[in-house]
């Protein structure tokens, strides 16, 4: 079978690029080769990286029976175990997926507005004038603690402290370039101690996990739950047959909501800020609109504010969390942009090379929320959460949260940026984040009354 050219250096120095260079080496590789290209790096099979909205629409629109897509996510399994919805393919997928769908959507969602508005203005309470703090850190804390409670009902109490402090120092592991080769390389996922990092993040998953199991007996013994938390919902979800999800089922999804549901929101966040500050006009024309819905308005209102809207689209689109869909491997032979490919090749539409394409959004590496107001993008010319089968059920979510969060911030706070030099993506896991957590400082506080701003800067 011939596959598309591609970069012919060794898989290992391969490998460095995508770890310490993602992005660059993406549009380094899209230049050479086109739309279509071959990657070769070390661990893992060779990678068919797409980037042409019509390939994209034919691999995510086809039937679920062609590709499998669970499989490809092993890279995950440390983290999130043998039972996540993401390490699923066939029917099992699809029926964990209904189960775990209703409450990010609908009703049931917006029941998070209020909560979500709460969290932020009681993490962002302390902030003084003058103080400088790291944006990302200060999102992370808001983002784990709304899905904390979105998903326990509470997020107080010292399991839940103790929870949120290891589930950061989790995800720490693997919080540069270097660290994230750990999940890359297998051969680098030894126990040497609990000095060594790989024994230091199984030990620190043995105490999550001790948390979350005595959370699920403590609700197993409780003979009737009128909770409305996502953990509740679990557990009284049966499957097609009238199961109940088991123990070691319910820890890994819970795993899955806790490690995806906040670290890729709280990036995102991050990165809005520091556009939003980078960019004056944008600033000012999102603070006219949030001042035109008053002082507190019902968050569905919030949510339906086009500017914010679209900066919140134009943030995911110039540096998308995720540069990747889920990973698809064909089970059946398939003709695709010129090429006939056998059964276990393994495809990677990109979502950073699409989001930078220059025929849909001219000058892609200048932030421009304009264009979301301007034009309608397909689902596979603007696809930040996936898409398909496999697209993040926490979308709609995680786009609830991101309008409310920056609009509780923006309304009550001043700010600015502690650095006006580019900040550039780097690599944290398997996503990216803005390079050292964009450093911000508090310039003034709105007063609850009055629009003036009382500022330490002139």
């Known amino acids: 079978m011939k596959l598309p050219d591609g970069p012919h250096t060794p898989p290992l120095v391969q490998l460095i690029n995508v770890l310490l260079r993602p992005l660059e080496t993406l549009e380094e590789n899209a230049k050479l080769y086109g739309d279509c290209f071959t990657t070769r790096i070390t661990g893992f099979p060779p990678l068919i990286v797409v980037s042409h909205p019509q390939a994209i629409q034919e691999i995510l629109t086809a039937d679920s029976k062609l590709f499998d897509a669970g499989q490809t996510n092993q890279i995950l399994h440390?983290?999130?175990?043998?039972?996540?919805?993401?390490?699923?393919?066939?029917?099992?997928?699809?029926?964990?997926?209904?189960?775990?769908?209703?409450?990010?959507h609908g009703e049931r969602m917006r029941t998070y507005g209020q909560l979500?508005?709460?969290?932020?203005?009681?993490?962002?309470?302390?902030?003084?004038?003058?103080?400088?703090?790291?944006?990302?850190?200060?999102?992370?804390?808001i983002s784990l603690r709304v899905i904390l409670r979105a998903v326990f009902g509470v997020d107080e109490g010292?399991?839940?402290?103790?929870?949120?402090?290891?589930?950061?120092?989790?995800?720490?592991?693997?919080?540069?370039?270097?660290?994230?080769?750990?999940?890359?390389?297998?051969?680098?996922?030894?126990?040497?101690?609990?000095?060594?990092?790989?024994?230091r993040f199984l030990r620190q998953r043995e105490q999550v996990d001790k948390l979350i199991y005595a959370e699920i007996q403590e609700r197993r013994q409780q003979s009737q739950s009128s909770s409305d938390d996502i953990l509740s919902l679990m557990m009284s979800a049966r499957d097609a047959s009238g199961q109940t999800m088991t123990d070691q089922q319910l820890r890994d999804e819970l795993?899955?909501?806790?490690?995806?549901?906040?670290?890729?929101?709280?990036?995102?966040?991050?990165?809005?800020?520091?556009?939003?500050?980078?960019?004056?006009?944008?600033?000012?024309k999102?603070?006219?609109?949030?001042?035109?819905?008053?002082?507190?308005?019902?968050?569905?209102?919030?949510?339906?504010?086009?500017?914010?809207?679209?900066?919140?689209?134009?943030?995911?689109?110039?540096?998308?969390?995720?540069?990747?869909?889920?990973?698809?491997?064909?089970?059946?032979?398939?003709?695709?942009?010129?090429y006939n490919y056998e059964p276990g090749t393994c495809f990677a539409p990109c979502?950073?090379?699409?989001?930078?394409?220059?025929?849909i959004y001219p000058q892609p590496k200048q932030f421009q929320p304009e264009r979301f107001l301007e034009r309608q993008y397909s689902p596979y010319e603007y696809l930040p959460f996936g898409g398909g089968s496999r697209r993040c059920i926490g979308m709609a979510f995680a786009l609830f949260e991101m309008k409310l969060v920056l609009a509780n911030i923006l309304s009550h706070w001043q700010l600015d940026l502690v650095d006006h030099r580019p900040v550039h993506p780097v690599r944290r896991g398997v996503?990216?984040?803005?390079?050292?957590?964009?450093?911000?400082?508090?310039v003034g506080k709105k007063s609850p009354t009055s629009k003036p701003l009382q500022s330490v800067i002139s």
């Not at 819905?293 to 809207?309: A, F, M, N, R």
């Open 255 to 284: 795993m899955t909501l806790l490690l995806a549901g906040h670290e890729t929101t709280a990036s995102a966040l991050a990165w809005a800020l520091y556009w939003i500050h980078k960019q004056p006009t944008v600033k000012e």
């Open 431 to 442: 996503a990216t984040t803005p390079a050292d957590g964009v450093p911000m400082i508090v």
């Open 158 to 199: 010292q399991r839940f402290e103790e929870l949120r402090r290891l589930v950061s120092k989790i995800l720490d592991t693997f919080d540069s370039p270097i660290k994230s080769s750990f999940l890359f390389l297998k051969i680098l996922q030894k126990d040497l101690g609990s000095w060594s990092p790989w024994g």
């Open 78 to 104: 440390p983290l999130v175990g043998d039972y996540s919805l993401l390490l699923m393919d066939g029917d099992r997928h699809q029926s964990q997926r209904r189960l775990l769908t209703p409450p990010f």
């Open 286 to 338: 999102l603070l006219q609109e949030l001042e035109s819905i008053g002082t507190h308005p019902d968050p569905s209102e919030v949510t339906k504010l086009p500017y914010l809207t679209a900066v919140c689209q134009e943030t995911l689109r110039i540096y998308p969390i995720g540069l990747f869909t889920f990973t698809r491997i064909l089970k059946s032979p398939l003709q695709l942009m010129g």
């Open 116 to 141: 979500i508005c709460d969290i932020t203005e009681k993490v962002t309470d302390h902030w003084t004038i003058g103080k400088t703090f790291v944006a990302r850190s200060i999102l992370q804390e």
């Open 351 to 359: 979502i950073y090379l699409v989001h930078h394409r220059e025929d």
